[in-house]
């Protein structure tokens, strides 16, 4: 499997999804926001369409969208604030609504369809740069506002009235979650990717020590299951959304019965 | 030296008045303590002292020990009521979240220093959460979370603490003791104290001035008012509804 080029960047990629997924992932968790990233998702979708109409690469349109559909997101939560799931859900509809329509305008039908459960062919070298650039862009910022992303996540309000930029760094954090979800929709997927954001961090909670360490387990887990996820899709020939999410819900099932803590 | 100047300010409820036009200073290194019944909105008036939320009419100033206006947010903290219900599933344990109360003092970017990690721990001590400073969050108990909060809040050297019954989850010899830590604060750093409870016999104790916040008014009560309030709260073993109100 590792002497193709195709299943090497492949590879590549999915460690470098794997490895920021659970950054977002654990943020989204803890926040009980888990829906936001399937929202997302399906909002990429149709910045995948546009971009496959308009002949221009589709995960550049995909980020775009994606950021746009989060800025949204916030814009209408201020506007809803008893509703805030209210806002999630139009935005999924939404997403996958302009998706629908957009696809039947979509000559290439097979391309579109490896943005739904994600594909291991046909990984440019442009998109593998943006994508080892993304990546390292949320691993720096997430490090950078690791301790204040640490205090929203633990009570929003309270660190507002201490003085924390909550605005500026939701801000980041959503600028984070929308760049990881749209290039994660390359390999995994945009049905599942939101499944491998939220799984690796909900099986890693059962084994909580610490905030950290529920990190790293989740990383951890997040990157085993897809190895293991895009290995089953080249020798099976599935798709490695299907695989991956699979492994992740294995996973999941797993550590819940080893440690049946209430998480 | 004046540390926070209420002047005139209103709140409401769409279905009810709380309190209109009041006024309070308090001095730096004073224990204010808010009593009354359930509903006359004790919480609602200590989160506008505190600055978490805004008065609907009037201001709310807090000053620092220089008399300035108080720049520091972090320097103001609030412990709010039954927080030690909430947080079930945070993972975060009992040391990173009273590390966390270093935060906005740090700025972007920084991490607390060893020593900053040896006063949280020294705090936890304080608390008698030797055993449990790497425990997360939701496999604490009520009371150990409230002490956890309560570390937090002390530990980056605040000069206002605003509490909303912070005894509710504590059995009564930790009450005590903490009581006697904040008794401690507030002389040996002139820590400025405003505190919420239902405890009458406490509020007598510990508060310099203490305040019954009733049906649409707030009024100082004076000793005797106190002992009355005491002994009529003896004859209804409730404790809960009170005279003045």
Redesign the interface.
């Known amino acids: 499997m590792f002497n193709y080029v195709f299943m090497q960047k492949a590879l590549a990629v999915g460690l470098m999804i794997a490895l920021i997924a659970p950054l977002i992932g654990q943020v989204v968790v803890?926040k009980r926001m888990s829906m936001v990233p399937d929202a997302i998702a399906h909002t990429t979708l149709s910045g995948v369409a546009i971009g496959l109409i308009l002949n221009l690469n589709p995960l550049f349109t995909a980020i775009v969208l994606a950021v746009a559909g989060l800025l949204l997101v916030d814009v209408l939560r201020k506007y809803l604030p008893a509703y805030a799931e209210i806002a999630i859900s139009l935005l999924m509809s939404l997403g996958i609504g302009v998706a629908g329509i957009l696809s039947s305008f979509i000559q290439d039908a097979n391309r579109f369809n490896a943005f739904l459960f994600g594909s291991i062919v046909a990984i440019e070298d442009s998109e593998l740069y943006l994508i080892i650039g993304i990546t390292a862009l949320v691993i720096l910022l997430f490090i950078?506002?690791y301790?204040?992303l640490?205090?929203i996540t633990?009570?929003e309000?309270?660190?507002k009235?201490?003085?924390?930029r909550v605005n500026l760094v939701n801000f980041i954090f959503m600028l984070m979650m929308g760049l990881t979800l749209s290039i994660a929709s390359k390999t995994v997927g945009t049905l599942i990717v939101s499944s491998l954001v939220v799984l690796p961090v909900a099986s890693s909670?059962h084994f909580?020590?610490?905030?950290?360490s529920?990190l790293i387990n989740a990383i951890i887990i997040s990157v085993v299951t897809m190895m293991i996820g895009l290995t089953l899709s080249f020798y099976q020939g599935i798709k490695p959304g299907g695989a991956v999410v699979i492994v992740a819900v294995i996973f999941y099932i797993i550590s819940l019965s080893l440690n049946r803590?209430?998480? | 030296m004046i540390a926070l100047k209420a002047s005139q300010i209103s709140y409401a409820f769409p279905s009810k008045v709380l309190f209109e036009d009041f006024s309070i200073e308090i001095k730096q290194g004073e224990f204010i303590v808010l009593i009354g019944n359930n509903g006359t909105g004790k919480t609602s008036l200590l989160k506008l002292l505190a600055q978490v939320e805004c008065p609907q009419s009037g201001t709310v100033t807090l000053y620092d020990s220089q008399g300035n206006v108080l720049k520091d947010a972090y320097k103001r903290v609030y412990v709010g009521q039954n927080e030690f219900n909430l947080h079930n599933a945070f993972c975060g344990n009992a040391l990173e979240i009273v590390l966390s109360a270093y935060t906005p003092a740090l700025g972007l970017f920084k991490r607390p220093s060893e020593d900053q990690i040896n006063t949280a721990k020294e705090y936890l001590f304080m608390m008698g959460l030797k055993d449990y400073l790497y425990t997360p969050l939701s496999r604490l108990s009520g009371g150990q979370r409230q002490r956890v909060f309560i570390a937090k809040a002390l530990v980056n050297d605040p000069e206002f603490l605003f509490l909303d019954e912070p005894t509710s989850a504590l059995d009564a010899s930790f009450s005590s003791e903490l009581l006697s830590l904040l008794k401690h604060l507030q002389a040996q750093h002139h820590l400025t104290i405003v505190m919420v409870t239902h405890d009458l016999q406490l509020a007598k104790e510990i508060g310099e001035r203490v305040y019954c916040v009733g049906d649409q008014d707030v009024m100082l009560l004076s000793d005797e008012d106190m002992a009355e309030e005491l002994a009529h709260a003896h004859r209804h073993e409730s404790g809960i509804e009170l005279k003045h109100v």
Request: aromatic share 16%; hydrophobic share 45%; proline share 0%.
């Open positions: 803890l950078l506002f301790k204040e640490f205090a633990f009570d309000g309270m660190a009235h201490s003085g924390i909670l909580a020590k610490s905030y950290k529920t803590k209430k998480i």
